[in-house]
């Protein structure tokens, strides 16, 4: 009980009786299930003994070795092959690929033997066994699409410099479309780089919006690309952010820019432009979302490239994006994660463009990340991040669904899944 029983029967003096009549009626106030500070004591409670995420999402592993046992080096993008469960890593600091096995070893390397010595992406056609790998321009060679057979030998390669608008096309990400063709984002390209079956030209994809203008150039040489980086790093760390070293040969656009770098409104176009964009996805029924990291806008295209519908936000707080750097589709659980790279987290939407949540942060532990890059979903639902500055890839397991109610908002309520007779707490 609250008060012990006094060992006599004498009565309570009078002075002591408000006293004792206020902290019974504290007690009875807070005891209260329904009573709002209750709820708040809980809710703090809670947060305390499960952190901000709420346990939603899990670490599995983080990879952060080679195949030699050595440290990763700028992990700069990923994907997630779902036949063979096995997850391709661009080393950025050594300029090949690791393919990490169902065991999370780097059984094989793509590397300069089979021509691989520039890479930026990887991406399959498994219906006819083809890997893609988007290679940017080097010293002796142009930026090219490097296509292998399923046995990772070379069958072909592909420039850009004779198609139309893409004589400085530099890839960067891509994805072959449920109609067979490939779709692919360059470096500063303003819209998406279609080729045929072939690697033939076919047309150009372009998102269109209002936007800042922003004349800076990317830079073709790779000494005026270490220029430009040494001046967008010192632009960051005026902001006070450490920002660690980086190696010859990461591209520009991976480093951190000053959040004063950002056009001002002096350069602003009225008129519809097209956008910038960086990454790319497909679903099941053909759908195609772009990732605009210029406009923090998601652009979503239905088959036959018709438009159909764009969300996001820019800002700083919960729910927007800064600068947006790589999404991925998780069709099972109906969402799309994007990667935020300069807040370092990662926002969770349904398939309509509705904000859910987001979880993440500057830091070094798990569930926490260092200017974050990439995302993929793996076949069993893994959810796998590079997690650049770190030096490493985090692969998390997520323990939430979304309910669409059928009256009322519409907007996707995100909730954790049953164990056993039990629900799980919903998120905050």
């Known amino acids: 009980m609250f008060f012990e029983k006094t060992p006599h029967k004498d009565k309570a003096r009078p002075q002591q009786l408000p006293l004792a009549i206020f902290w019974a009626l504290l007690f009875l106030l807070t005891w ?137 096309f530099s890839v960067t990400n891509g994805m072959v479309g449920k109609n067979g063709k490939i779709y692919l984002i360059g470096n500063q390209s303003r819209g998406v780089l279609v080729l045929d079956a072939q690697g033939g030209f076919s047309h150009w994809l372009k998102a269109m919006d209002k936007i800042y203008l922003d004349l800076a150039e990317t830079a073709d040489s790779a000494e005026e690309r270490m220029e430009q980086l040494i001046e967008m790093q010192q632009q960051a760390l005026g902001d006070k952010e ?27 176009d009225k008129n519809l432009q097209p956008v910038l964009l960086h990454d790319i996805a497909i679903d099941s029924d053909g759908r195609i979302f772009l990732l605009s990291e210029e406009t923090s806008k998601v652009y979503v295209y239905g088959p036959g490239d018709k438009f159909l519908f764009s969300f996001g936000q820019k800002g700083g707080s919960s729910g927007k994006m800064s600068r947006p750097r790589g ?78 109610p059928v009256f009322g908002n519409t907007k996707g309520i995100p909730v954790r899944k049953k164990t056993g007779n039990k629900d799980k707490a919903p998120l905050p």
């Open 327 to 404: 999404l991925s589709l998780d069709e099972t659980k109906k969402c799309i994660y994007i990667v935020d790279y300069m807040r370092h987290t990662i926002l969770v939407f349904d398939m309509a463009g509705r904000f859910i949540f987001e979880f993440g942060g500057r830091g070094t532990g798990p569930i926490w990340f260092n200017f974050p890059t990439a995302i993929d979903v793996s076949r069993d639902g893994r959810v796998i991040i590079a997690d650049l500055f770190n030096n490493r890839v985090q692969i998390l397991e997520s323990d939430f669904a979304i309910n669409y």
């Open 32 to 168: 209260n299930p329904g009573s709002p500070w209750a709820q708040v004591a809980e809710e703090n409670d809670e947060d305390q003994q499960t952190g901000p995420s709420r346990e939603i999402m899990r670490l599995v592993t983080i990879l952060d070795r080679d195949d030699m046992g050595k440290p990763l080096r700028f992990p700069m993008n990923i994907t997630a092959e779902k036949d063979e469960k096995e997850i391709y890593v661009i080393n950025g600091g050594q300029g090949n690929i690791l393919i990490y096995g169902l065991d999370f070893f780097p059984h094989l390397v793509l590397g300069a033997g089979r021509g691989i010595d520039s890479p930026q992406c990887i991406f399959f056609d498994m219906e006819h066994g083809r890997v893609y790998i988007g290679q940017s321009h080097t010293a002796s060679k142009p930026s090219r699409l490097t296509i292998l057979n399923a046995a990772f030998l070379p069958e072909k390669e592909v420039s850009f410099t004779a198609m139309p608008g893409a004589e400085r």
């Open 242 to 268: 450490v920002i660690p070293a980086t190696p010859l040969g990461l591209p520009s656009e991976l480093l951190p820019k000053s959040r004063n770098a950002i056009p001002k409104d002096k350069n602003k």
